[in-house]
């Protein structure tokens, strides 16, 4: 699981439009139950991309 994170994680860094990338490392990091790691993958992700509704939908429901 680690090496998918890690995969995710090189993908965003060399590419940070990739959205794919984004909402699958926010979902592994939901299931691990690590919530504000998610929240800043959703905000890095819409702040490059602002457009990414799913990103903003899925920000707003995992807000305490």
């Known amino acids: 699981r680690s090496s998918a ?3 995710y994680r090189r993908a965003l860094a060399s590419s940070p439009l990739e ?3 984004s909402m699958a490392l926010v979902g592994m990091l939901i299931e691990d ?3 504000e790691e ?3 993958v959703l905000m890095e992700s819409i702040d ?3 457009g990414n509704d799913a990103a903003r ?3 707003n429901a995992i807000q305490p």
Do not use: Q
């Open 48 to 50: 490059a991309v602002p």
């Open 19 to 21: 959205t794919d990338a």
């Open 33 to 35: 139950g690590r919530l």
């Open 57 to 59: 939908d899925m920000l």
């Open 5 to 7: 994170e890690e995969a």
């Open 38 to 40: 998610a929240r800043t």
